[in-house]
């Protein structure tokens, strides 16, 4: 494994390239520096040799603690959502989470959802839009990102006490990769999530909410197409308890939607990491 360490002297950042081994007759890992790279705020992706650059972990460093200018930055955040658009669309679950484990290195999961799995998720919809890719592969991508999101959930979830949320979709939007990494996201951040997408009838989210004192109810909606259902699922839900919170959102509204909820809006200039707190405030 080669990594990047950080050393401080007097107050200065000098980064190492380093290779970890195993050493079997010691059983113990040993750290060989392959180079030294320089004064932190002046190493750059140049000047880590060729056969290491494109590593996930390495990518992910730069990313978070050396880019020089915002081109430099913008230009490694390619190339990992590059690499996760490969693995996505070839099947290739090991490699979506080599790419994901390397980010979360120097990066936070808000960061990796935002910057990385949705815009590629959002590019290969369109793409299926445009004919550009077949139904199959569009299949294999969302089969695959959901898979990573359901390792993700499971290895960062946390006992809930913030509150119960219900995540649903309303009856026909079968999208619900959106409801997926919020899922992951909120259970990360210590709330108890429900997971109901997708498409499902507003008599089976009214059923559920019966059975569980729930905080919030968040819908999630991709298809414009499934915004009349939305708002149908919204207004039942409004009906069955006038103070529950709904919150409504997704990639149907990236475009301004004008369409009218009884819930608030999450439009996509409020990002993934303020969601915690709107939650909360709405609990108050």
Excluded at 254 to 276: C, E, H, M, R, W
Aim: with cysteine; net charge positive; charged share 25%.
């Amino acid at each position: 494994m080669v990594y990047i360490r950080k050393k401080n002297v007097k107050n200065v950042d000098y980064l190492y390239l380093v290779k970890s081994t195993w050493d079997k007759l010691h059983k113990t890992s040993r750290q060989e520096t392959i180079k030294y790279l320089g004064v932190i705020h002046n190493v750059t992706q140049d000047d880590i040799p060729a056969e290491y650059r494109h590593d996930p972990k390495i990518q992910a460093f730069l990313l978070q603690n050396t880019p020089k200018d915002r081109e430099k930055r913008e230009k490694i955040i390619e190339k990992l959502q590059l690499q996760t658009f490969t693995f996505l669309t070839e099947g290739d679950l090991q490699g979506a989470k080599k790419v994901y484990a390397g980010f979360l290195n120097s990066n936070s999961l808000d960061q990796f959802f935002e910057k990385i799995l949705n815009p590629v998720m959002e590019k290969i919809g369109e793409m299926w839009s445009n004919g550009i890719l077949s139904v199959a592969t569009e299949h294999v991508a969302s089969n695959v990102a959901h898979s990573l999101v359901k390792v993700i959930l499971e290895e960062r979830k946390h006992k809930g006490t913030n509150g119960k949320i219900i995540i649903t979709t309303p009856v026909g939007e079968e999208h619900s990769l959106g409801c997926s990494v919020v899922e992951s996201y909120l259970a990360n951040r210590g709330f108890t999530t429900f997971n109901l997408s997708p498409s499902t009838p507003a008599e089976s989210v009214l059923n559920f909410m019966k059975s569980v004192s729930a905080d919030g109810v968040i819908i999630s909606i991709t298809l414009p197409d499934s915004i009349p259902a939305g708002q149908r699922l919204t207004k039942k839900i409004r009906e069955f308890n006038k103070k529950i919170p709904i919150f409504v959102g997704g990639q149907a509204f990236t475009d301004g939607s004008k369409a009218k909820f009884d819930a608030t809006i999450i439009d996509s200039n409020q990002s993934l990491v303020q969601l915690p707190k709107i939650l909360k405030k709405s609990k108050k």
